[in-house]
């Protein structure tokens, strides 16, 4: 369930839910004491994770069969979303972790997938991945005992700070193999060159790997040259994907509303011309304010809505069928398109109802737009526009892959 900034009458959370909620407040809150400074330090944000392992939060989303906790869709991005509010750039690293770390159990047998699992569950590690799917791509080839792999991937978020990697590398032939990485393995080079604008503690570094060996028990499968070859099932990672960002920018944006809020109660004041005596009994910022709380509930409902077809793609198991797929996707797709378009509206518009001292340097109200500026370039929203058109006029179904 979405979280919303209104009152969520009837909302019943699932089991032990609102047990977790309350842990992510408890990091949002310490990390919402020094997120701007953070923020400007811009540091690989190894003691964010820390503060995330001890919470208990990192293994969540290891399936209950493995002796895991196996959270469901909605309770994790709900718990993502709590964090975002607060640092959306740890609240989007703990995303990625959530799906990279479920996503091999897809693919493993009961044995293997124990084995993980325990692992995971020891260790409390962090989850990465190889990066954008665009450009060439790492390279496996086979030697003694398992696999070398080679290759340099920019935006890989959370490799910096991670222990482990889901990878794909491509063979000689084309297929491709999904491998799990150690990070501290030989030939693997972590770089410090994330400095942009936005979403600088996600440590969406580049990622290089040179001859790196990979053990025959860490090659998770072989997917095949193309996601299209595979079971719809198996391929719902680009749609979990899709619709973390739209959680994310839903977060942003009520980050960017609620500490709005108590600057306006506490420190804006109204225009001169209103007549009033303070900025809260200002009509024309109680206009502003509504339009916020309007497009977030709006937007919330959208994004609820996705998460909910996810888990039931998920729970469909084998039995979904490619149209299923398609359905859920374009769900997915909407909440991504709405997201971005209200994320980046409010984000921008908090100054609106804060006034010209707020753009001050020492508020920092800008990251929450710098945030969701930043991200919502991961992949351009007119491809998603036309995907869900094409789907809705013709009826035309995205085939599999890294953005459908």
Known sequence: MTASLLTRYGYSPAPDAARWFAVADEVAAILGVDALERDAANKPPFTEVEILRRSGLLPLTIPARFGGTGIGWSTAFEIVQRVARADNSIGQLLGYHYIFQAFPFIDLDESRGQALADECLDHQWLWSSTGTPQGPQATARRTDGGHLVTGRKPFATGSRVAEKIYARAVLDGGDRLALVIDTASDGVLRHDDWDVLGSRLTATNTIEFRDVF??????????????????????????????????????????????????????????????????????????????????????????EQATTALQWAFDAGETLTAAERAGVAEQIAAAKITAHEVSLDVTARIFDVTGARAAGSKYGFDRYWRDVRTHTLHDPVAYKYNELGRYFLNGAEPVPSAYR
């Open 214 to 303: 990979v053990p025959d028990a860490a090659v998770i499968t072989n997917l095949g040259a193309h996601d299209g070859e595979r079971e719809p099932h198996q391929v719902l990672t680009t749609p979990a994907f899709q619709l973390l960002f739209a959680h994310a920018y839903l977060a942003a944006a009520e980050g960017a509303v609620l500490t709005a809020r108590d600057y306006t109660l506490s420190t804006a004041r109204p225009w001169f011309h209103a007549e009033v005596e303070t900025a809260s009994d200002d009509p024309f910022i109680q206009n502003h304010y509504g339009s916020f709380a309007a497009k977030l509930q709006a937007l919330a409902a959208v994004v």
